[in-house]
């Protein structure tokens, strides 16, 4: 054996991606690992370039110069596809002819190892190749149960929230929602109109047939609510039978009577109960947003309030819109409200129940 | 105790045993919820009044049990990546027994708060070698001997495998490799995890 074979076959254990090169870059020997990348096409007796082009040093005319150059760095990257690029640094040969190019994946590890499918078998144990694919494998696995964790945690947040904002009886939103959702309109300057729905009878239903009897009329009420409004729309239930429509964008009067009314013709059916029958019935005070919008939401409550109150006092079951008029009809809390000359939404021929 | 070893226990008696019986564990062993969290870290006493109320359960002993769990780990095809890691021990199975010895490290590089016992490999003739685990986690052995008779089928090959426990608290697995290519193993490429 001659020491060029003994050094080659030092290499092909230590440095299976090496390749030697003579002093013109044609291929004397490759690396076990480095001829897996293209096992049809044995690299030694053909050009570097045949295989390769040169990424770095960029003026790469001057091979046979990079050649003789201790530790130069020599990046390459294949000419067909697959096209992995390699890092490659240099040793000038002990025998003055050509060189030895040692070459690795870098980066580029993960693709070549899939694409060539190789195994660990193609890297000496030394090389940290293998440490580095478990290294990403066990990270991911790790990221992974972090990002559920992540998930879990958000998807508990949105639960907690949703709870507080929720009426559990009605899955209406409660007080609260209202308050944060309407002041998110006020802020955006969005114009909208808010009815404030009073049930009439309700305590009567209670008081006949049982509380359980009361919570299935809230709830088919919050039903028919729902299907009379929009997906935008915000319906809450603000007291035990006092519920609060926020109409997102509208304000047109033709448009609310009509909602209103056909919300009072609907609540106005008898309810079935088991074997009995529940009869309620609502008013409803709408306010509508100003040109200029809204600007305090107390504000508009209160003016819900007034509407609603006039509609109470002008008999069940009907709609009444807020006029600024209401406002010096107020009366103190408790004390006995003068009757308010209210202008009337009713339908023509309502069906009494 | 880490959050993984919980965990781990739970997705083994979810998956072995029911979502039902699993409730009435969580319920007995008064956990308080109902899914460990594998990122979060656990009262010891907690996560021993667990393994008490699955062995109960299931009316096994703990050995069993343990062992069961760590086949489990190896062979559910939920848990894959576990498989993957471990196959990334070597080429053969022998390669895999010699790797055995990094595990805590490889473990620690992966989840840096999840401390395993030391192991130590010694290979005494061909084919038969003695595995001293660590007693700072008792049932670890268990676990282990369960995982490395999985390997075995996962690698094809054919072993004998015996545990006891030393007089310094220390477990001692015995395994005798009697024909490393005895089936076909299932394939391991080094590149499919990655992609």
Known sequence: MTQSDNLAAMLDIMCPMSISVDQDGRIRRVGPTLQKLRPDEPMPGRLLLDFFEIRRPRNNSNLARVLTQPGERLDLRFLDAPRTELKGVVAPSPDGEGAVINLSFGISVLDAVRDYSLTSADFPVTDLTIEMLYLVEAKSAAMEASRKLNLRLRGAMIAAEEQAFTDTLTGLRNRRALDVMVQRLIDSRTRFSLMQLDLDFFKQVNDTLGHAAGDHVLQCIAEIMHEETRESDIIARVGGDEFVIVLNGLVEKHRLSMIARKLISRISKPIPYGGAKCRVSASIGTVRAPETGFVDIDLILHQADLALYAAKRSGRATHVFYSSDMDDRQAPMGAPVRPARVELDRPARRKRS | ?195
């Not at chain 2, 070893?5 to 008064?30: C, D, L, M, P, S």
């Not at chain 2, 095809?77 to 490889?106: A, I, K, Q």
Request: charged share 25%; aromatic share 8%.
């Open chain 2, 1 to 195: 105790m880490h959050g993984l070893i919980n965990k781990a226990v739970e997705t083994f008696f979810w998956h072995t045993y029911g979502a039902e019986r699993w409730q009435r564990v969580v319920t007995t062993a008064e956990l308080g919820f109902s899914e460990f969290e594998a990122m979060l870290i656990y009262d010891d006493e907690q996560s021993e009044r667990l393994l008490e109320v699955v062995c109960a359960e299931i009316g096994r002993p703990r050995n069993e049990v343990l062992e069961d769990l760590g086949t489990f780990l190896v062979s559910h095809p939920m848990l894959e990546p576990l498989r993957r890691l471990l196959r990334f021990g070597g080429v053969t199975y022998v390669d895999f027994l010699n790797s055995l010895d990094d595990l805590p490290d490889r473990v620690r590089l992966a989840v840096s708060d999840l401390h395993l016992p030391q192991l130590e490999l010694q290979e005494h003739m061909q084919g038969l070698f003695s595995l001293v685990c660590d007693p700072d986690m008792p049932g670890f052995a268990n676990v282990l001997v369960g995982v490395l008779r999985a390997m075995a089928d996962d690698y094809g090959a054919l072993v004998m495998i015996d545990h006891r426990r030393r007089r310094d608290g220390s477990e001692l697995i015995t395994i005798a490799l009697i024909e490393t290519s005895y089936a076909e193993g299932r394939t391991f490429e080094l590149g499919a995890g990655t992609g």
